[in-house]
């Protein structure tokens, strides 16, 4: 159980296209979704904060006009990149919070996003 | 935001001995600390976690201890074996959100 599956795993784009990410949680509901930012060899930066039918917290320094979140349903998040740049280049990796848990968190197999 | 930091940054130690893995945060607030193992190109996975009223949690050959007071916590793997070797990370949890630490390349040498 608790299986989080992200989509696409690899994306190559354009610079100037925007650039959708999905993140689902396939055998649980998820009140809370992460999105994290991973540049190679280095860690996860939260990038922001979605929680099912409200708008996502951004941390400082994300941009929300750049990076949308949308959260519709308990299982299903989605990241927009809008407007791509080579220095969005990155690993994209979501994570989910079962409504059941407080600590818990999965995460999904990530994103590599390439702007080309 | 929370601000945690991990150190070493990279570990290698001999199959069989024992690797230490330190982190400290920033905020009071961080009431819950979970580590995780990342392999090459896969996800992270949580090992081990502790909550900020227990003292040391043990499992199997992992364990964390929390200093509270200090505000630092610390991983522990004994009997270290090659499929050790990963990418460790420590995060403190503050008002529902995660804060990760650095990362610790650990390689266990066979």
């Known amino acids: 159980g608790a299986v989080v599956s992200q989509h696409p795993s690899w994306v190559i784009c354009k610079s100037g296209t925007s650039v959708k990410i999905e993140c689902r949680s396939l055998?649980?509901?998820?009140?809370?979704m992460f999105w994290y930012r991973q540049f190679p060899k280095q860690s996860l930066m939260l990038m922001a904060t979605?929680?099912?039918?409200?708008?996502?917290?951004?941390e400082q320094g994300v941009e929300k006009d750049k990076f949308l979140i949308n959260h519709a349903s308990l299982t299903l998040s989605t990241l927009t990149v809008t407007s791509a740049h080579p220095e969005d280049s990155s690993f994209y990796i979501c994570?989910?919070?079962?409504?059941?848990?407080?600590?818990?968190?999965?995460f999904g197999p990530g994103t590599r996003l390439t702007v080309l | 935001g929370e601000n945690v930091e991990q150190h070493p940054s990279t570990l290698s130690v001999q199959e069989g001995d024992s690797a230490v893995i330190k982190c400290t945060y920033s905020?009071?607030?961080?009431?819950?600390f979970p580590w995780y193992k990342q392999e090459l190109g896969k996800r992270p996975q949580l090992i081990i976690d502790?909550?900020?009223?227990?003292g040391e949690k043990k499992d199997q050959r992992i364990a964390v201890t929390l200093n509270k007071t200090a505000k630092h916590f610390s991983l522990h793997i004994t009997e270290t074996q090659p499929e050790d070797s990963a990418v460790y990370f420590c995060?403190?949890?503050?008002?529902?959100?995660?804060?990760f630490g650095s990362g610790t390349k650990l390689n266990v040498k066979p």
């Open positions: 502790i909550r900020s009223n227990v």
């Open positions: 905020d009071s607030a961080s009431n819950y």
């Open positions: 994570s989910a919070r079962p409504r059941a848990s407080v600590n818990e968190q999965f």
């Open positions: 995060a403190a949890r503050v008002f529902n959100k995660f804060y």
């Open positions: 979605s929680n099912e039918g409200s708008k996502a917290t951004y």
């Open positions: 055998d649980f509901q998820a009140t809370t």
